[in-house]
C-alpha cells in the first residue's frame, strides 16, 4: 500500500512544475525533461567522484524531481508508478531468492555476478508463459534449472 506521506510529497513535486508549466516554464516537449534527467544524473556523478555525500543528496534530489516531471509529461501517476515498480521488484527478487533457496545456497554466499544471472533470468521468468521459461534457458544454458525453478515458483505464488 502506498504511504500517503510519500504519495503526498510524490504529487507535491508534480503539483510544482504543472503550476510552473500553466505559467509557461516547461519544457515543449519531453526531449527536454530527459535531457535534464541526465543532466542530474551527471552531476550526482560529479558529487559523489568528490565525495560530497552532502551534495550528492542534493542532486540526487534534484534527479527525483526531473524524474517526476517526466511522469507528468507522460500523465502518470509518480506513486502508482513507483508502487507497480515495488511489486515488481518483489516479484523477481522472489524469484532469485527462491532460485538459490532451490540449489540449496544462501543468497549471501553467491558472488555478484550470479545474483544478477538469476536476476536477468527473473526478469525474463517472473510471471512466466513456457516461453519464457524457455527463452531463459536458451539465454543461459549453463543454467537450465531456471526454467524448472520458474515453474515451482510460478505453482507456488500462483502466478
Given amino acids: 500500500m502506498i504511504d500517503a506521506k510519500d504519495s503526498d510529497v510524490l504529487q507535491s513535486a508534480w503539483r510544482i512544475q504543472d503550476d510552473a508549466a500553466q505559467l509557461g516554464f516547461d519544457w515543449p516537449s519531453i526531449d527536454g525533461v530527459l535531457d535534464k534527467i541526465q543532466e542530474e544524473l551527471e552531476e550526482v ?38 508502487h507497480a515498480t515495488n511489486e515488481k521488484f518483489i516479484q523477481r527478487f522472489s524469484w532469485v531468492k527462491s532460485h538459490f533457496r532451490q540449489q540449496g545456497r544462501a543468497i549471501e554466499n553467491c558472488s555478484l555476478d550470479e545474483l544478477e544471472a538469476a536476476w536477468q533470468c527473473a526478469k525474463t521468468v517472473s510471471g512466466s508463459t513456457e ?18 525453478l520458474s515453474q515451482d515458483f510460478d505453482a507456488k505464488s500462483g502466478v
Fill in 45 to 82: 556523478r560529479e558529487a559523489l567522484a568528490a565525495q560530497d555525500n552532502a551534495h550528492a543528496q542534493l542532486e540526487l534530489g534534484d534527479l527525483l524531481f526531473s524524474i517526476i516531471n517526466a511522469a507528468r509529461f507522460l500523465k502518470v501517476d509518480p506513486a502508482e508508478m513507483l
Fill in 131 to 148: 516461453d519464457k521459461i524457455s527463452s531463459c534457458d536458451q539465454k543461459r544454458p549453463t543454467e537450465s534449472h531456471c526454467g524448472t
